[in-house]
């Protein structure tokens, strides 16, 4: 079964299931699919152990890793400390990291709106509601 892997804050106010909700959205306009979206969590959203033991655990597994993600939030207590990595950085590590499994897959980055939890990703435009209108005075 093939695998996305995209880091995120350990802030207990971002909602998994409505970030992997949108990965997945993600993943078909990608023309990708992947029947596993794991979630794993370090302070801030940095390349830490989580990630790492996940990478290797499915590259010995021989489940293929087909998409990753650096995703930070807007209301961050690690980024207030000055304790995040930026974006780049860490999907530079995170790059480097598949890498040296063996992995070849796309690493994009992104924000969360921590509010509600909407992903907002660097490389695509930020969807906005725009009324439709039959018309002056319809």
Known sequence: MAAALIGVCVDPRLNHEIIRLQVRQRLERSGLRAERIYLPNEQGGNLGTGFRNTAQLLARAGEPIVFCAVLHHDDC????????TDLATSAKEMATELGRLGVICPVVTGQIRTAHSQVLWTDEPEYRYVPFSFGVGS
């Open 77 to 84: 207590l690690a980024a207030r400390q000055g304790q995040r």
